[in-house]
């Protein structure tokens, strides 16, 4: 549900990976793209880190750590991602700065009631939304879209 809003070719940071999703998704069905995925849990590197090597993804790889305010990266990302990591802008604290001029947040969210609550949190004059909802059926989940104004 996130690769229509994430376009091929780009450097995306996954943050909180978990499992892996999306970043190992992304990695497999965007073999251009490059995918950095971070995970504190080191259970949860190390499972994602195996996966990488057994399904050969040169396109991705896994810090295992926290991306936070004062983390420090070579290279800035075209998109940032996460999936049921933390509210948005807890989200746009730690990794703002990690994000490439002209840049996107790709967020996947709940409900639209919820999603709105904390859309209404950032600074309108300097973050632009879009909240887009899935076709899961049985499920109030919504793709968030952020960029800098």
Known sequence: MVLKHIPPEKKILDIGSGAGLPGLLIAI???R???TMSEK???K???IKKTIQTLGLSNAKIKNK???PNTTTKKLFDIITAR???PTPKIINWSEHLLAKNGKY???KGTI???KEEVAQLDNNTYSYNIHKTNIKDKQRHILEITKK
């Open 29 to 31: 069905l965007q073999p």
């Open 66 to 68: 926290a991306i936070r």
């Open 113 to 115: 009631e919820k999603t």
């Open 84 to 86: 049921a990591l933390a």
């Open 41 to 43: 849990n080191q259970k």
């Open 45 to 47: 590197a190390y499972f």
């Open 33 to 35: 793209s490059h995918i």
């Open 106 to 108: 790709v967020l996947m």
